[in-house]
């Protein structure tokens, strides 16, 4: 029977070869779907696994792009900001907790791995983190913030009002509010009114300009 160091050893060996492998694959123009599946399925990867390597891996052209789309959180300052907010707000309570499930990826941004967004519910740690993010933001002296939650989630719109009362007594003028389509909103918003968005979420960041990324800018005050 193989000890606890000989399994975990084996464990990092596979995910790092589950990581070069789909590495490959994308930079070779494959679709991740398919690529993300044939990997998992060829390493035999449970569901935390698979959810590492698609939060993790991906093209390198798809990676630099959203890199320099990262700014610095400074650039907040007399700013608009739109926050994705279960997006954020996870993330940050994943620090506040000891960040075990916390994943630095390809393209720069900081991930939690536990895809726990469908299911997420008000919990202890939820002002403490949402504090933190005030804090942050309040320090950087933005114009407005808005926080924007999937309407669809349970209790988003208790949290939007949770959120409300910390930015309200964070002093930093901002708003909560929920939101059919929380994606397509935060991207209409950056167009229309101008701003930087506060996301991890590829998609979004695919298609805007302006980009921070609150969960990592937290952290690394943290340390």
Same mark, same amino acid.
């Given at each position: $029977?193989?000890?606890?160091?000989? $399994?975990?050893?084996?464990? @990092?060996?596979?995910? &790092?070869?589950?990581? !070069? %492998? ?18 998992? #399925? ?12 698609? +939060? ?8 630099? &792009? ?7 959180? &400074?650039?907040? /300052? ?17 620090? =506040? !907790? ?6 630095? =990826?390809? *393209?720069?941004?900081? +991930? ?13 740690? !939820? ?6 993010? $005030?804090?942050?933001? /309040? ?6 913030? /808005?926080?924007?939650? #999937? ?6 719109? @208790? ?23 929380? #994606?397509? @909103? ?5 167009? *229309? ?6 996301? &991890? #979420?590829?998609?979004?960041? %695919? ?8 969960? =990592? @800018?937290?952290?690394?005050? $943290?340390?």
């Amino acid at each position: $029977m193989k000890n606890l160091e000989s $399994m975990n050893m084996d464990f @990092e060996e596979k995910i &790092s070869k589950a990581v !070069t %492998d789909l590495r490959y694959l994308l930079n070779r123009g494959y679709r991740k779907k398919g690529a993300l599946k044939f990997v998992s #399925d060829r390493y035999l990867l449970n569901i935390h696994e698979r959810n590492y390597l698609a +939060r993790k891996v991906f093209s390198r052209e798809a990676a630099l &792009s959203r890199q320099n789309k990262i700014l610095d959180i &400074s650039r907040v /300052k007399d700013e608009n900001v739109f926050v994705d907010g279960y997006n954020v707000l996870i993330t940050v309570e994943s620090i =506040c !907790t000891g960040y075990p499930s916390l994943v630095r =990826c390809d *393209d720069g941004f900081l +991930r939690d791995i536990n895809a726990v967004f469908g299911k997420y519910k008000i919990n202890d740690t !939820t002002k403490t983190a949402l504090t933190q993010i $005030m804090l942050i933001l /309040k320090y950087y002296n933005p114009r407005f913030v /808005k926080f924007l939650y #999937d309407s669809p989630v349970s209790q988003s719109g @208790e949290l939007s009002k949770i959120t409300r009362n910390i930015l309200k007594a964070s002093d930093v003028s901002g708003d909560a509010v929920t939101s059919k389509n929380v #994606d397509s @909103e935060l991207i209409s918003l950056s167009k *229309d009114i101008g701003g930087i968005v506060a996301t &991890s #979420d590829s998609a979004v960041i %695919d298609k805007i300009q302006r980009v921070i990324d609150i969960p =990592c @800018e937290i952290l690394k005050k $943290m340390r």
